[in-house]
């Protein structure tokens, strides 16, 4: 779900769950496997990642990047209609969700692992213990980061904006600082957790225009958010991660920068080269074989992209307040009503009619 993101407002649904099954065995699978399995190459350097900062983010924010590249930009992206979010009372309604559920991304992990671990190193008595102290301060650093993420974004637009911020900024920098300490949860104490969230969240707002640098319409941010803010969330594991924090299950020895190992940011720069490498390249070449397979049209229609993949790919389906616009519309002038109307068979476009 997070890669699909960069076929935003162009991208044709069913090529995408192709795309979406291939990506999950191709790319998604051998990294947690390089991640995660005791014969894996990065668990075997080590690098750290608690909760999924390589496979899950820094993989989809790549991905997303070569999925917007092969699709091209929107074709009426500079239209005002395309600058701003499309409803903010939903965009903070998302990420409140989004936020609740990262505890399970989070903290779930770590009960399951710490299980195992005492399980596999025939640990008795106080095992229940060491997992709930890992899992609870897990969950303090996954909220603490999420905190300190939005000051980070809300600090880098009062700055920019002269004193204003907005809802949306505050959102995304929740999302940052979420994103940022999902590699570390588990190993930093929430002081640093707490760091990680604000300067992950900087370093994804001061490159807001990311996107225009690199000639890229990528309107989802998942590059922005997920891939950069996963990238620096790893270099940070690797500089900030404790080995009395990861001892806490009883069984698991990391150390970083902190605690005078090194050479574990390097480790970590190693895994975010090999990551971000593979699952560009990769993602690249399953879309240019979907690309050239009948059938499989990557990209909507141009007509289909004007009046929104609401109207074109569902039936009399629209979202929040795109249908007070339309009432609008009908209601002003007859002439407009043709372009927000519904007609059998399809769905008319000035004096075009698109077909279903």
Same mark, same amino acid.
């Given at each position: 779900?997070?890669?699909?993101?960069?076929?935003?407002?162009?991208?044709?649904?069913?090529?995408?769950?192709?795309?979406?099954?291939?990506?999950? %065995?191709?790319?998604y699978c051998p990294i947690a496997c390089w991640t995660w399995n005791s014969n894996g190459w990065l668990y075997n350097l080590p690098s750290l990642d608690?909760?999924?900062?390589?496979?899950?983010?820094?993989?989809?924010?790549?991905?997303?990047?070569?999925?917007?590249?092969?699709?091209?930009?929107?074709?009426?992206?500079?239209?005002?209609?395309?600058?701003?979010?499309?409803? %903010?009372?939903?965009?903070?309604?998302?990420?409140?969700?989004?936020?609740?559920?990262?505890?399970g991304f989070n903290v779930c992990l770590v009960l399951h692992y710490s299980r195992h671990m005492d399980m596999s190193n025939h640990l008795q008595g106080g095992s229940a213990l060491n997992a709930s102290v890992r899992a609870m301060l897990a969950?303090?650093?996954?909220?603490?980061?999420?905190?300190?993420?939005?000051?980070?974004? =809300?600090?880098?637009?009062?700055?920019?904006?002269?004193?204003?911020?907005?809802?949306?900024?505050?959102?995304?920098?929740?999302?940052?600082?979420?994103?940022?300490?999902?590699?570390?949860?588990?190993?930093?104490?929430?002081?640093?957790?707490?760091?990680?969230?604000?300067?992950?969240?900087?370093?994804?707002?001061?490159?807001?225009?990311?996107?225009?640098? *690199?000639?890229?319409?990528?309107?989802?941010?998942?590059?922005?958010?997920?891939?950069?803010?996963?990238?620096?969330?790893?270099?940070?594991?690797?500089?900030?991660?404790?080995?009395?924090?990861?001892?806490?299950?009883?069984?698991?020895?990391?150390?970083?920068?902190?605690?005078?190992?090194? *050479?574990?940011?390097?480790?970590?720069?190693?895994?975010?080269?090999?990551?971000?490498?593979?699952?560009?390249?990769?993602?690249?070449?399953?879309?240019?074989?979907?690309?050239?397979?009948?059938?499989?049209?990557?990209?909507?229609?141009?007509?289909?992209?004007?009046?929104?993949?609401?109207?074109?790919?569902?039936?009399?389906?629209?979202?929040?307040?795109?249908?007070?616009?339309?009432?609008?519309?009908?209601?002003?002038?007859? /002439?407009? /009503?043709?372009?927000?109307?519904?007609?059998?068979?399809? =769905?008319?476009?000035?004096?075009?009619?698109?077909? *279903?």
């Amino acid at each position: 779900m997070i890669v699909v993101g960069g076929a935003f407002e162009r991208g044709n649904m069913l090529p995408s769950l192709v795309f979406s099954f291939c990506w999950a %065995t191709v790319v998604y699978c051998p990294i947690a496997c390089w991640t995660w399995n005791s014969n894996g190459w990065l668990y075997n350097l080590p690098s750290l990642d608690f909760a999924g900062g390589g496979p899950v983010h820094i993989a989809s924010g790549w991905s997303a990047l070569a999925y917007a590249l092969v699709l091209g930009k929107r074709k009426h992206l500079d239209e005002p209609s395309h600058a701003k979010p499309h409803n %903010t009372t939903l965009v903070f309604l998302g990420t409140t969700l989004i936020w609740f559920g990262w505890f399970g991304f989070n903290v779930c992990l770590v009960l399951h692992y710490s299980r195992h671990m005492d399980m596999s190193n025939h640990l008795q008595g106080g095992s229940a213990l060491n997992a709930s102290v890992r899992a609870m301060l897990a969950a303090f650093n996954t909220n603490t980061a999420a905190c300190t993420g939005i000051l980070g974004w =809300v600090l880098v637009d009062a700055i920019r904006y002269r004193g204003k911020f907005s809802v949306v900024g505050a959102c995304e920098g929740a999302i940052a600082g979420l994103v940022g300490i999902t590699p570390a949860a588990g190993f930093v104490s929430v002081w640093l957790a707490a760091c990680i969230g604000f300067l992950t969240s900087i370093v994804c707002a001061l490159l807001q225009d990311v996107n225009n640098w *690199m000639h890229i319409d990528e309107g989802m941010d998942v590059f922005k958010l997920h891939g950069i803010g996963g990238m620096v969330g790893a270099f940070l594991t690797g500089i900030f991660a404790s080995q009395s924090i990861a001892a806490l299950d009883g069984a698991t020895e990391a150390t970083g920068g902190i605690d005078g190992n090194g *050479m574990q940011v390097g480790k970590q720069l190693a895994e975010v080269c090999a990551i971000s490498a593979y699952s560009f390249t990769v993602s690249c070449i399953l879309l240019y074989i979907l690309k050239w397979i009948p059938g499989m049209h990557l990209r909507v229609h141009e007509e289909a992209e004007i009046i929104g993949l609401d109207r074109a790919q569902f039936v009399d389906e629209q979202i929040g307040d795109r249908i007070i616009l339309d009432d609008l519309l009908m209601s002003s002038s007859p /002439a407009n /009503a043709s372009v927000v109307n519904g007609t059998p068979g399809g =769905v008319s476009v000035g004096s075009k009619e698109l077909k *279903m």
